[in-house]
């Protein structure tokens, strides 16, 4: 984790980008697919004439899988609402100096200089797992966190990935344990920082107006933009 005096600079940051309303859907929407979820599975049992039963292992899987597509697909209508630009592909560099594009599977977004996404896990302290979309949004993070094989001075703060962390509630389906705003390290190892999101939303204050909306001219979509996923020659750059 960052130093405690370190933590309002990126707190800053995120609310400098993010409008406060983003966090409020999202703390009231993912909480609504959770419990949405655990309905669809319970009640299907008697949807149907001699319906089947689940153990409670395959209920609890079947409940994660159409919560998190629930979860997906409210984390992208909050995004459209607010006019994020929706992100297809990041530079990634391979070789020094020369970035390449690695498209983007997972649903992402930026306001400003902060790329926002979703992931899940099982412990407070748990990343998610890993896999080559998340590792090339984690390689935003490379210039937050200080190593040894860099001098202070080329650490600024620039475009970052911020996760919402999913936690599940261990006992009831229906629940979510709770809502984490984090920051991955480029490797995604460890968090280099975390806030609760209610804690978070306090920190706006009543008298903070919102960062004013991206102008990006988002048409009201017929699909998911991952029908369309794939680097193109401006994906992944910002004017």
């Known amino acids: 984790m960052i130093t405690e005096d370190r933590a309002p600079e990126y707190e800053a940051a995120i609310r400098k980008d993010v409008p406060r309303n983003v966090f409020v859907e999202v703390k009231s929407l993912f909480e609504t ?6 309905a669809a599975v319970s009640a299907s049992q008697g949807a149907v004439p001699s319906g089947l039963s689940l153990t409670r292992h395959r209920q609890s899987r079947s409940v994660g899988l159409i919560r998190y597509n629930l979860i997906d697909q409210a984390f992208e209508d909050i995004l459209t609402r607010h006019e994020a630009e ?3 592909a990041v530079p ?3 070789e020094q100096d020369e970035p390449s594009l690695v498209p983007v599977h997972l649903t992402t977004g ?7 996404g979703f992931a899940s896990h099982r412990d407070a302290l748990d990343t998610p797992t890993k896999n080559a979309t998340r590792r090339a949004l984690c390689f935003q993070n490379r210039g937050l966190s200080p190593d040894f094989f860099h001098p202070p001075e080329m650490f600024i703060d620039r475009q970052r990935l911020v996760l919402i962390m ?23 190892e460890r968090f280099i920082f975390q806030a609760d999101i209610n804690d978070f939303l306090a920190g706006y204050g ?3 107006r919102a960062a004013p909306k991206r102008k990006v ?3 009201n979509p017929k699909s998911s933009f991952k029908n369309t996923v794939g680097p193109t020659a401006n994906d992944g750059k910002r004017e």
């Open 33 to 38: 697919a959770a419990l949405q979820a655990n």
């Open 86 to 88: 929706f992100i297809k």
């Open 92 to 94: 990634v560099e391979f």
């Open 110 to 116: 930026v306001f400003g200089g902060t790329i926002i």
């Open 166 to 188: 999913v936690q599940r509630d261990p006992v009831a389906l229906g629940k979510i344990a709770s809502l984490k705003l984090c920051i991955l390290d480029s490797k995604q």
């Open 206 to 208: 009543s008298s903070n």
């Open 217 to 219: 001219g988002l048409k």
